[in-house]
């Protein structure tokens, strides 16, 4: 309780301390999202976890750049703790029937294992982005974001009194393109198809450990009230199974599917601040060579968001 109560002390100090610097540089809009999250994936497991988390973006008035800020940090029941740290930085070129956004970003992974295991995992990502709103006439549209990415892991742990390192290089991408379809002015649905997947090396040979990818198909429906509330509901549904190639002689190939049921809704107090949230429960069902049990897990997220 009282990590929870202090990280919604920082949410509202960070809040207040963005509208300090936006009232001193009204030449740009900003959107700043503090908020708490919280994974449990079962009663007693080690990798539950709960943190606070920030979303910046900044865009200067009467210009199409946009740039991000995104920092996270979950401390998880077994004492291991996992932080993100997100820079990014986007054009969007407008047309009469929508937009294109294209963007760089760079991305740190940082994961310290606990005192009992030691050592830590680091991973840098450097990507590309494309995203676009585009509509087809009628109430049609075209909704997509693509993503591509280089990665540099190093993992660094404590062995017979010794630091051994190991590093790995891989390639990524997250690609989801989907067809919207607008009810009215306050209400649209979205169907796409997700892919994501990561090459990775981490034996002597390329290719031969660590590589993963799945792919989804996703539903989306959004409905703005007249009270200003927002809901969207979303659900995320395997096609076929998930693969997580082994990369050490003791494991074994994973295969998985997961499916996720989800809710975001976002309601203004002011003008200028809003509160939001998330919640989702995921299913994952595993083959039996993958020699793991099946489960689920739990996600909930509470936010504000302070806009000037």
Known sequence: ??????????????????????SS????????????????YGSGDPYNYAGPRIDLTLNPDGSNWYFDLG????????GQ?????????????????????????????????????????????YGIDLNHILALGGNWGLWGDWSFSMTKETN???????????????????????????LSNFAHMTVS?????????????????????STQIRGYYSHRFANGLIIQPYVR????YGHRDKWYESAADQESKTTRY????????????????????????YTPESKKDDGHSQYFRLGLNFIF
């Open 156 to 182: 660094e742990s404590a062995k017979g009194g010794k630091l051994e390192t190991m590093r790995s290089d891989g390639y990524g991408w997250e690609i989801e393109q989907g067809v919207r379809y607008y």
């Open 71 to 78: 920092v996270l940090k979950r401390n998880h029941d077994s």
């Open 262 to 285: 989800a809710l975001q809704m976002n309601y203004p107090i002011t003008d200028a601040i809003r509160v939001n949230g998330e919640y989702y429960i995921e299913h994952s069902k």
């Open 237 to 240: 549904i395997p096609v076929g």
């Open 25 to 40: 540089a009204s030449a740009a809009n900003v959107s700043l999202n503090t908020s708490y999250e919280v994974g449990d």
């Open 81 to 125: 703790t996992y932080s993100r740290t997100d820079l990014g930085a986007s054009y969007r070129y407008r047309f009469a029937n929508g937009w294109v956004q294209t963007g760089v970003k760079v991305r740190r992974d940082e994961t310290l294992y606990n005192a009992a295991s030691a050592g830590r995992l680091l991973n840098d990502q």
């Open 193 to 213: 198809l997700y892919d994501t997947g990561v090459l990775q090396d981490k034996g002597e040979m390329w290719g031969t450990g660590g590589s993963r990818g």
């Open 1 to 22: 309780m009282k990590s929870v109560i202090q990280s919604i002390g920082y949410s509202v100090l960070a809040g207040l301390t963005a509208m300090t610097m936006a």
